[in-house]
């Protein structure tokens, strides 16, 4: 079919209208979004040689069209009173990322069973109910009069989207990675940095396949990977209808206190991994990537390795000796590994386990890359362990008093995983945290990732939700490395 343009223009209104600019609210931006239809085109790149098991391994996003209609928009109250406070955060929380941490969980459709399969009515009530327990997250991120960041905790509620989509289950997690566009379509998108803005948003998207995906932001200034985690259990426990006893065994502590600075502050300690001096790159073009490391392949890593190393430890030094190789970095250079650290259990006094707030510090690990090539995966896996092992409640302390001095100096960057340049590595793991604990009574996802990634050089490191599988790698990397990466980390 040949179709010809005949005539092309642009329609002003016949009569004056108001000169002036319409604000929209976070619904309006939310609608927009979803209502948009999207396409990937990123095209499949070359592939070094492997054999056939490692290649179907090696994933990339293929091209995909979705349409999503927003079936339902609202704010979702605590169902029970709550306490109406401005909740002071810590400076681990005003220097984490001012965004919304965005994942998403895949339920394929039930084969039996499935009679009000997410019931949007009750996972509704569900969500007010554990709004009481967890009620900053229906807050609103504020200011205090002296301009310090807080949460503004009156209730004002959750936004929760149900929507529809066009597309199957097979289509976006046979293969999937994040990405940009999963974000947009699979959970709400509304402003971050500035107050006031929404502290959780969630959406439950209804596939044609009958599957269903659940889009999860919480912001990062509220609360770490595990304090959401463990939001996600108590929700999803109510909406299996267990008592809130049995839901929230333990409750959330948000006292923020027990990490206040010390007066006067004073860092004791050469903090690095917040430095400027080394968030020197620029921002760089990259591809997502999923790597599956299967049970042989971790024995393999670990047989490298002093006995008894981590999980942790034995996949991330691997990914960072094939990304030191697959970059040609020279032997001569520093390279640094980015990590992150849980420190609820390593203050005195401890801060309680389920800790809701931010808890989790940066950590940087560096060393030459002549000894990254020259010396067994076990000299780079006990850098990391000892590099771990320094994190004491000195080490802490002093943190929180130079994440406060270098706050009130505008020092700190904003997004600093976009600054990471070609020598570093930032390797978030999940390993050990309650990821696939999120039954809402029809059963567990089969998948649970982010919806996409912040920068170049960035990984996470997940367990598969089987775990017969072994563990999952996503990772960001500059596309014209991706070939002998793969070689690396699969051939080694």
């Not at 990123?42 to 492997?50: D, I, R």
């Not at 998403?104 to 007010?128: N, W």
Request: negative net charge.
């Amino acid at each position: 079919m040949k179709v010809e343009m005949v005539e092309s223009t642009l329609v002003a209104p016949s009569e004056e209208t108001p000169r002036r600019a319409l604000w929209l609210s976070n619904f309006d931006v939310t609608a927009a979004m979803m209502h948009t239809a999207l396409s990937s085109h990123l095209h499949k790149l070359p592939q070094s040689a492997h054999t056939p098991t490692h290649a179907s391994q090696f994933e990339i996003a293929r091209e995909i069209e979705m349409k999503v209609e927003m079936v339902e928009s609202t704010l979702v109250a605590p169902s029970e009173e709550t306490p109406r406070r401005a909740l002071w955060l810590s400076n681990f929380d005003v220097t984490a990322a001012m965004t919304h941490t965005a994942l998403v969980y895949y339920y394929p459709a039930p084969t039996t069973g499935g009679e009000g399969f997410f019931s949007p009515d009750r996972l509704m009530a569900a969500l007010a109910k554990a709004l009481v327990l967890f009620y900053p997250l229906a807050g609103r991120l504020g200011m205090d009069e002296d301009g310090r960041l807080q949460i503004d905790c009156h209730g004002e509620g959750a936004l929760y989207v149900v929507a529809r989509a066009d597309c199957t289950g097979e289509d976006l997690f046979s293969n999937y990675v994040p990405s940009p566009k999963v974000r947009r379509v699979f959970v709400p998108v509304a402003p971050s940095g500035d107050p006031p803005c929404l502290m959780a948003m969630f959406q439950v998207t209804f596939l044609k396949c009958g599957g269903v995906v659940l889009g999860t932001a919480i912001h990062h200034a509220l609360m770490d990977g595990i304090g959401a985690f463990h939001f996600i259990q108590t929700w999803s426990g109510l909406a299996r209808g267990l008592a809130v006893a049995e839901a929230c065994p333990s409750p959330p502590s948000h006292d923020r206190t027990l990490l206040q600075g010390r007066s006067p502050p004073h860092a004791d300690f050469h903090h690095s991994a917040y430095s400027s001096a080394y968030l020197s790159g620029l921002p760089r073009h990259s591809v997502t990537l999923r790597y599956s490391v299967s049970p042989k392949l971790l024995a393999d890593l670990k047989s490298q390795c002093a006995p008894g190393v981590s999980t942790y430890g034995a996949v991330t030094a691997h990914l960072w000796r094939s990304m030191c190789i697959a970059r040609g970095l020279a032997s001569g250079s520093d390279t640094h590994l980015r990590v992150t650290v849980n420190v609820r259990h390593r203050l005195c006094p401890p801060v309680p386990r389920h800790f809701s707030g931010n808890a989790i510090l940066r950590d940087i690990v560096t060393v030459k890359v002549a000894d990254v090539l020259s010396k067994p995966l076990g000299y780079m896996t006990d850098a990391i362990k000892k590099s771990l092992e320094d994190v004491d409640d000195a080490y802490v302390r002093s943190m929180i008093d130079y994440l406060g001095l270098e706050s009130d100096k505008g020092s700190l960057q904003a997004a600093p995983w976009q600054l990471l340049p070609e020598s570093d590595l930032w390797v978030t793991g999940w390993l050990g945290l309650p990821v696939y604990d999120a039954d809402f009574g029809w059963g567990a996802p089969r998948l649970v990732a982010p919806a996409q990634m912040f920068g170049t050089g960035m990984a996470y490191v997940m367990q598969h939700a089987d775990r017969d599988k072994g563990f999952v790698v996503f990772l960001a990397l500059e596309p014209q490395y991706v070939p002998c990466f793969e070689d690396v980390f699969y051939n080694n």
